[in-house]
């Protein structure tokens, strides 16, 4: 099946304590127009906001696409560019030390939304002046419940 229009999606998760309060922010280009996507949860961790962000932004799109991922987070980068969830699937959801993955249910989830897009990731520094990655930041930072940024 072939992917419609590119899309380019910045995404970033924060969390006030973590665990606690956290909000995730999705900043998605089509056409030059830009769209915003952002939401929070009262108890949660740093990683699952970051893994909530590019999750809801790829459930937002319809149809297959081509999606280029930018995010300031090694622990999702990392996992798709190195291939873990592979690892992961074959040895029953245990990492190397064979422990239980942490958030599997949003790992499996996003790895769904992966699969039926045709998805990039890039890795991004966080606060470098990137206007879009830094946007991401400021939405994930405003949707924390009870905190004002």
Same mark, same amino acid.
């Given at each position: 099946?072939?992917?419609?229009?590119?899309?380019?999606?910045?995404?970033?998760?924060?969390?006030?304590?973590?665990?606690?309060?956290?909000?995730?922010?999705?900043?998605?280009?089509?056409?030059?127009?830009?769209?915003?996507?952002?939401?929070?949860?009262?108890?949660?961790?740093?990683?699952?906001? $970051?893994?909530?962000?590019?999750? =809801?932004? &790829?459930?937002?799109?319809?149809? /297959?696409?081509? @999606?280029?991922? #930018?995010?300031?987070?090694?622990?999702?980068?990392?996992?798709?560019?190195?291939?873990?969830?592979?690892?992961?699937?074959?040895?029953?959801?245990?990492?190397?030390?064979?422990?239980?993955? $942490?958030?599997?249910?949003?790992? =499996?989830? &996003?790895?769904?939304?992966?699969? /039926?897009?045709? @998805?990039?990731? #890039?890795?991004?520094?966080?606060?470098?002046?990137?206007?879009?990655?830094?946007?991401?930041?400021?939405?994930?930072r405003?949707?924390?419940?009870?905190?004002?940024s």
């Open positions: 099946m072939t992917a419609g229009a590119s899309i380019v999606m910045y995404t970033d998760g924060a969390c006030s304590g973590n665990p606690g309060p956290g909000g995730w922010g999705v900043v998605l280009v089509e056409d030059g127009r830009p769209r915003e996507l952002s939401g929070g949860e009262r108890s949660t961790t740093n990683q699952r906001m $970051e893994l909530t962000a590019p999750l =809801e932004g &790829l459930r937002s799109l319809a149809g /297959r696409r081509r @999606v280029a991922i #930018h995010s300031d987070s090694a622990y999702v980068v990392n996992c798709f560019r190195d291939k873990w969830y592979e690892r992961w699937r074959r040895n029953g959801w245990l990492n190397v030390q064979k422990k239980p993955v $942490e958030n599997r249910d949003l790992w =499996e989830a &996003l790895i769904a939304e992966v699969e /039926r897009h045709d @998805v990039t990731w #890039h890795k991004v520094v966080g606060h470098s002046g990137d206007p879009l990655n830094d946007r991401a930041d400021a939405l994930a405003a949707a924390i419940p009870g905190v004002r």
